[in-house]
Nanobody, 121 residues
Framework: QVQLVESGGGEVQPGGSLKLSCAVS????????MAWYRQAPGKERDMVAV???????NYADSVKGRFTISRDNAKNMVYLQMNSLKPEDTAVYYC???????????????WGQGTQVTVSS
């Protein structure tokens, strides 16, 4: 049973910072990509940032230069440092990963339950 548990969400004023964390637990053979997505009310879920197993990163244009994704492979953790937050960053943020539970199994995608980030004055 694989679980993804996010933490670190909350309410912050514009220009502020938050750091999200996601712990991946369970029977895991290997973890491929890890990512953060977000979904604002009435909108689709969009990719915010992704990091490969080798550390390569990619960001949505709207967060480039403000957000940083990182991972700790020893702890099966992924992080999202969010700086210079704007009201339009308000959304539920979801942790996402692609992993293999056993060598002979294919990769599967898993989602966390989401954590609310609200940017408001």
């Amino acid at each position: 049973q694989v679980q993804l548990v996010e933490s670190g969400g909350g309410e912050v004023q514009p220009g502020g910072s938050l750091k999200l964390s996601c712990a991946v637990s369970g029977s895991i053979f290997s973890i491929n990509n890890m990512a953060w997505y977000r979904q604002a009310p009435g909108k689709e879920r969009d990719m915010v940032a992704v990091i490969s197993s080798g550390g390569s990163t990619n960001y949505a244009d709207s967060v480039k230069g403000r957000f940083t994704i990182s991972r700790d492979n020893a702890k099966n953790m992924v992080y999202l440092q969010m700086n210079s937050l704007k009201p339009e960053d308000t959304a539920v943020y979801y942790c996402y990963t692609v992993l293999r539970v056993r060598r002979e199994f294919p990769n599967y995608a898993y989602w966390g339950q989401g954590t609310q980030v609200t940017v408001s004055s």
